[in-house]
């Protein structure tokens, strides 16, 4: 027996490179601030809060929620799955409001990264400091393996990369929220420079900062609020290590075997068996393009050898899913919250309140997260009808 | 208005990896005999390299040590082409090789390559070459010790 949970409150700072106007807690407050009024409610009603924070040294700051939300005297905790935090860290509310812990979670995750001058320094130290860290593994060289093995396994060619980041970044343009707004072309992604083979610049995600904060509410508590309700959420893990990955009979390296296995889950609870039908928007944790193909497969849109196909069909066919209608990561990538602002994104979009990037008439939609070497996978399917 | 103020800041801390049981075997083989050694796990029967002490996905303790390679097989890889603070110059390839007798990839860098043209590198390395493990002069212990050189 648990609690129906439904995300009554939102709140979102611009993302950009940096906001020198502002420190980490008024950062922070921002989102929180604008969360709580968003879901009507003050600081005394809330039960639990819970931060997400991806490492530390991308802030240069430890716990850098600590100046923030912690006076208010509520059980707290903090949770790190990487770029999966902001998914996990809702998760973790949404579980203790379904659990009859809380009737109301205030969640929030908040990156700084706009302080760190040398990222991707900052992001090899996330890497095995045995066998791998002493190698320029990086979030792109990591993302950039992934690619090239896609390449050769499924024949998705640089155009494919291009056709997905263009879709991405235009989508990007009707998001005041977003950090990069290009304007920008299939043959101007191609064109930007190679960051590392074969991944190009515009097909890679920023450096963004900002925060995003939400009110989980229990169905009781809900009142006459707009509310999108959690229909079904799951999450699950894999091996880190990436060469263990490689020859797997099932599940291989550009094969996201727990992202399949978390959306057959979420899918079941929420009752959806035609997901190509039955969604109206999927909001994707994919810092580069080539990520988000490996996502069609396991989102249950295509067979896997069918995913160079379907960059092209999700393209044209206008029965199918938005695909991030925010942008998504490509647009904006504050890390430590990006797992948030995906679910943030599909429960603004089933309560109509996208402003000028709505979709029409969303009764539900599909939020995904991954983090790390994708060793953490988050899927969240957000509805306008209340679970049973 | 106020004046904006920002406060310079640099973390700087040393630190001391302990590389535990078996990858202090697996570095020492490296080091002594130049030979690249992977773990048996008893359930699931896979040959894993680098290795250690137990199997994440059986929850098993590895028993039997194996030689692998030293020869293997280019999975993937990616060439490193812009500049990083912290990270080396590039051009850089570095690739997951399955070493023949091994059933999972390990990470190195790749040398032998003509970089000059980064598309045709890029071509030779998806058709999936065979390498082989080349060691430095003096091996120290370390992941670095040995390189994948095409052939």
Known sequence: MSARVGIIG??????????????????????????????????????????????????????????????????FLRVNTGGATGSSATFAAADYVA????????????????QATSSQNVFNTVFDPIYEKDFPLTTITMAALRASMSMRVYGYTSRDWAEIAARNHRNALRNPLAHLKLDVTVEDIMNSPLLAWPIHRYEACPMSEGACAMVLAAGDVVGSRSVAWIQGLSSMTDSYAMGDRINRPAGSLVDLLTLELSARRAYADAGITDPRRQVDVIELYSPFSSAEAMTYPALGMCAPEDGPRFVQEQLDD??????????????????????????????????GLAGERQVPDVVRAVATGQGGATQFSTVCVLGAESPE | MTELITIPGRWEFDYTYFAGEAASRFFGELKDNRRIMGVCCPSCKRVLVPARSFCDVCFQRTEDWVEVGPEGVVETFTILTATFAGMPKPPVVI?????????????NVVTGLDLSNISDAADRLQARPRVRACFVDEPQGRITDFMFTLF
């Open chain 1, 99 to 114: 659990s009859g812990r809380a009737k109301m979670a205030l969640v929030v995750g908040v990156e700084r990264m706009g």
């Open chain 1, 318 to 351: 206008v029965s199918l899913p938005v695909f991030n209608p925010s942008g998504g990561p490509q647009a904006a990538n504050p890390v430590s919250a990006t797992g948030m602002v995906r679910i943030a994104e599909c429960a603004l979009q089933v309560r």
């Open chain 1, 10 to 75: 939102i709140g979102q700072t611009p993302y950009k490179r940096a906001h020198p106007e502002l420190s980490s807690a008024e950062l922070i407050w921002a989102a929180v601030d604008e969360a709580l009024r968003d879901a009507n409610v003050d600081i005394d009603a809330i039960d639990v809060i819970i931060a997400g924070v991806a490492p530390d040294a991308l802030s240069g700051e430890n716990g850098v929620e600590k100046t923030a939300v912690l006076g208010s005297g509520k059980p």
């Open chain 2, 95 to 107: 690739a997951y090789v399955t070493f023949d007798g091994a059933d999972t990839a390990l990470l």
